[in-house]
């Protein structure tokens, strides 16, 4: 999917239009890890630019912490995402 935002030339502080959609997808990506509605390794496949340990110090510097796994299926499902991502 495609999304188009309009920001404010006075809002942009001077950084370019990859950063500021890097820095869109970071934070709605931490911000959907945080609420338990993606895995660590699904924000790293939206965010698609920054690999899981960039993205869990970047959670980190937010006061974000690693999510723990309710049972051996989410593990699982984390794992077989992974592997995907590397392969």
Do not use: H, W
Not at 9 to 29: C, F, M, V, W
Not at 35 to 44: N, P
């Amino acid at each position: 999917m495609e999304l188009t935002v309009n920001i404010p030339e006075k809002y942009t502080i001077s950084r370019s239009p990859d950063e500021l959609r890097l820095l869109l997808k970071l934070n709605t990506a931490i911000d959907m890890y945080r609420s338990g509605q993606i895995s660590s390794g699904a924000a790293v496949e939206f965010i698609g630019e920054i690999d899981r340990a960039e993205f869990l110090y970047e959670c980190k510097k937010r006061g974000v912490e690693p999510q723990s796994y309710e049972n051996t299926e989410e593990l699982e499902a984390e794992v077989a995402m992974l592997d995907r991502e590397l392969l």
